[in-house]
Nanobody
Framework: QVQLVESGGGLVQPGVSLRLSCAASGINFRAYGMGWYRQAPGKARELVAVIRSGGSTNYVDSVKGRFTISRDIAKTTVYLQMNSLKLEDTAVYYC???????????WGKGTLVAVSS
């Protein structure tokens, strides 16, 4: 059974940092690209950052220079280090695993990040 479990969200003030974690089980972690998505209230879900099976990364422009995606293959976990958080980063953050060749994909249930002064 595939499971993606996000953790690390919370209520924070602008300017601080948070690190999200997504622990994956039931998949061949090395064969999957891992992505962080977010959905703010009233908005569509958007891709925030992705790390492919080969290790390359991409970010949405609004988080470049502030967020860093990384992974620990041994722990089958992907991280999202979020620095200098802004009010507009408030959203539910979801982890997604996508098989690099078949496209088979799985979602976690999300973790809430609320940035408020």
């Amino acid at each position: 059974q595939v499971q993606l479990v996000e953790s690390g969200g919370g209520l924070v003030q602008p300017g601080v940092s948070l690190r999200l974690s997504c622990a994956a089980s039931g998949i061949n972690f090395r064969a999957y690209g891992m992505g962080w998505y977010r959905q703010a209230p009233g908005k569509a879900r958007e891709l925030v950052a992705v790390i492919r099976s080969g290790g390359s990364t991409n970010y949405v422009d609004s988080v470049k220079g502030r967020f860093t995606i990384s992974r620990d293959i041994a722990k089958t976990t992907v991280y999202l280090q979020m620095n200098s958080l802004k009010l507009e980063d408030t959203a539910v953050y979801y982890c997604r695993a996508t098989h690099e060749t078949s496209g088979e994909n799985y979602w976690g249930k999300g973790t809430l990040v609320a940035v408020s002064s």
